[in-house]
């Protein structure tokens, strides 16, 4: 069953497109409907439907720069935009952002139906051309093989993505699988001959910012732990390094950002002195760790700040700041703009 949301700013249009055919019955589920842009924007970033219906005209956020917002995230979302005028720059918009179709209001069911056929066979197309794993039931026979048939070498990793088809690659030395996870747009399984050589092999010389890849690993065995670890290190935009504490410890730290810790506690879990983790942590990832968590946390801020609707005090206690005015002044010394200033500007595209 695809997801789908429906967007419009009228009720009465709303209901009726809600209504106009059967949506399950097309193996579509209609998971939410918005009455504006923005609050679509906010469910798009949180839950990644498979497509969405969108009405053009609207306050403040039109069809269009939702369906351009989104795609700058999700390029995999695909959109069927919905208009009440033959509007030649609307039209113009939605081909040049890749839109499913385009349909004139009133709605016409038969249109409607057409507009979800050319949807359903883009999605399938997309979703057929990659194996799928489930994340529960790993050890069935047919992921066992899909793994095996991957780790051909000893350096394994998992990739995540938000913005990017990973593409699929076999040469000698390395091997890219795409893989179909649900919940995540892009994924893939990677195994390299040589861990040093993954500097400039994609996904690895991709930006942090883009693609998240997880820490080395010599099989596939623990998928679901290296998804996560691909997960974390795509939120926090950063790279695991090559040390086995040290990687370990920016597992620790990315999925911790809220915690309040010492480097003597951190340095603890792994049973090293504080001198040392700290000496250890600088030489593999370039900086301390102060300024790793540092830059973590505003690297978080950003993305909530721009992804959601949450009042800043709430941001500020999510990334491990509890005093929001401490907060307000680092972010503003590094990022040059007040909280507030930079969530107008992003939302400003």
């Known amino acids: 069953m695809y997801k789908l949301i429906l967007v ?21 589920e209609v998971v939410n409907t918005c009455s504006s842009g923005e609050e679509a924007l906010e469910y798009i970033m949180e839950r990644q439907p498979d497509a969405v219906f969108t009405d053009v005209r609207m306050e403040r956020m039109t069809g269009i720069d939702l369906m351009r917002r989104t795609k700058e995230r999700y390029p995999e979302i695909e959109f069927v935009i919905v208009s009440a005028y033959s ?28 507009a979800v056929q050319r949807l359903l066979t883009k999605l399938k197309a997309r979703r057929s051309s990659r194996p799928f794993i ?10 066992r093989r899909l793994l095996e048939k991957v780790r051909l070498y000893e ?14 690659k076999k040469q000698p030395g390395w091997i890219c699988q795409p893989v179909e996870i649900a919940g995540i747009p892009f994924s893939a399984l990677i195994s390299l001959e040589d861990r040093i ?22 099989d596939f065995t623990a998928i679901d732990r290296m998804i996560h670890e691909a997960q974390v290190s795509l939120s926090c935009a950063a790279r695991f390094a090559g040390h086995p504490i040290v990687s370990a410890a920016q597992y620790y730290l990315g999925g911790n950002l809220a915690a309040q810790f010492t ?17 250890l942590f600088k030489r593999f990832v370039g900086i301390s760790v102060n300024q790793y968590v540092k830059n973590l946390r505003l690297n978080k ?24 005015g401490y907060f307000g002044k680092v972010f503003k010394r590094s990022c040059g703009l007040t909280p507030e200033q930079y969530r107008k500007q992003a939302r400003k595209g």
Not at 134 to 143: A, I
Request: overall charge negative.
């Open 197 to 218: 050589a993954a500097l400039s092999v994609e996904p690895f010389s991709s930006p942090p910012s883009d693609m998240g890849i997880s820490i080395v690993h010599e």
């Open 134 to 143: 489930d994340l529960g039931r790993t050890n069935d026979s047919e992921t």
């Open 87 to 114: 509007d030649f720059e609307a039209a113009r918009e939605a081909i040049i952002h890749d839109a499913c179709h385009y349909l004139l209001k009133p709605l016409d069911r038969d249109e409607v139906r057409d």
């Open 301 to 324: 801020a950003m993305e909530l700040l721009s992804g959601t609707n949450a009042n800043v005090k709430e941001i500020a206690g999510a990334c491990g700041y509890q005093d929001y």
């Open 8 to 28: 419009d700013d009228e009720p009465w249009a709303l209901s009726r497109l809600s209504k106009i055919i059967d949506w399950r019955q097309w193996g579509m």
């Open 263 to 279: 480097i003597k506690e951190l340095a603890a879990q792994y049973y090293i002195s504080e001198s040392y983790f700290g000496e």
């Open 155 to 168: 350096n394994c990793y998992a990739a995540v993505s938000k913005k990017s088809e990973i593409p699929a």
